[in-house]
C-alpha cells in the first residue's frame, strides 16, 4: 500500500512563503514522477507542478512559474514544493500525487496515488 503524507501547509501573508514536503511510504515509488496540485473552494482541483523520477524534467503550471519551485530527493522518498511570493489566489488544499511511470505529465487522471491533501491559506 503507497501513502502519500503532505506536510507544512499553514496561513502565510501576501508576499510570504512556505514549503511543502511529501512523504511516500513506498520505495518503489521513488522510480515514478510525482507532482502536486490545488483545488480552490468552488473550483476544480487543478496542476501546479511534476517532477520526473530522474529530475531532469520539470513542470509548472503559468501561474506558479518562477514562485515555485519543485524538487525530490529520491533516497528518502520525499518531493517538497518551495513556494514563494505568495498571492492571495494561491490559496487552496494542496495535494501530492504519484504515478508508477518515471514520466511527469500535467494530468491529474494520469496519477495512480493521491495524498489527503494540506490547505494553504494566503491572507493578511
Known amino acids: 500500500q503507497v501513502q502519500l503524507v503532505e506536510s507544512g501547509g499553514g496561513l502565510v501573508q501576501p508576499g510570504g512563503s512556505l514549503r511543502l514536503s511529501c512523504a511516500a511510504s513506498?520505495?518503489?515509488?521513488?522510480?515514478?514522477?510525482m507532482a502536486w496540485f490545488r483545488q480552490a473552494p468552488g473550483k476544480e482541483r487543478e496542476f501546479v507542478a511534476a517532477?520526473?523520477?530522474?529530475?531532469?524534467?520539470?513542470y509548472y503550471a503559468d501561474s506558479v512559474k518562477g514562485r515555485f519551485t519543485i524538487s525530490r530527493d529520491n533516497a528518502k522518498n520525499t518531493v517538497r514544493l518551495q513556494m514563494n511570493s505568495l498571492k492571495p489566489e494561491d490559496t487552496a488544499v494542496y495535494y501530492c500525487?504519484?504515478?508508477?511511470?518515471?514520466?511527469?505529465?500535467?494530468?491529474?487522471?494520469?496519477?495512480?496515488?493521491w495524498g489527503q491533501g494540506t490547505q494553504v491559506t494566503v491572507s493578511s
Open positions: 517532477i520526473s523520477w530522474s529530475g531532469v524534467s520539470i
Open positions: 500525487a504519484a504515478r508508477v511511470s518515471r514520466v511527469a505529465v500535467s494530468t491529474a487522471l494520469d496519477y495512480d496515488y
Open positions: 513506498a520505495r518503489a515509488f521513488s522510480r515514478g514522477a
